[in-house]
């Protein structure tokens, strides 16, 4: 099953804790990095903004992909929540088979 490395953004470090604590919990996600510090540039409703973010790095598989995408949507206190996943090229096979297990969905 492809692991894959989702990039997201949250404006503070407590809602980054309660969504990588929600994706973890419930299996969506088997391990969810927070990199404060970050800041971005973008643009939103025809302005060019600025803010300092946190950065999520959440690791999961295609399979939980769907599910991980709404459960963030109801999470996030964005209106527009970035989201982009990568699908891994490659990586240390334990560490890959420990994605999968993680995140199973034993429903």
Known sequence: MPVLLCLCTCPDAASA???ADALVGERLAACVNRLPGLE????WEGRVEHADEVLLLIK???ERLDALTARLQTLHP???PELVAV???GGLAPYLAWVAEQTRDDD
């Open 87 to 89: 699908e891994a090229a």
């Open 40 to 43: 971005s540039t973008y643009r």
């Open 60 to 62: 999961t598989t295609t």
């Open 17 to 19: 804790r309660t969504i």
């Open 78 to 80: 964005y209106e527009l």
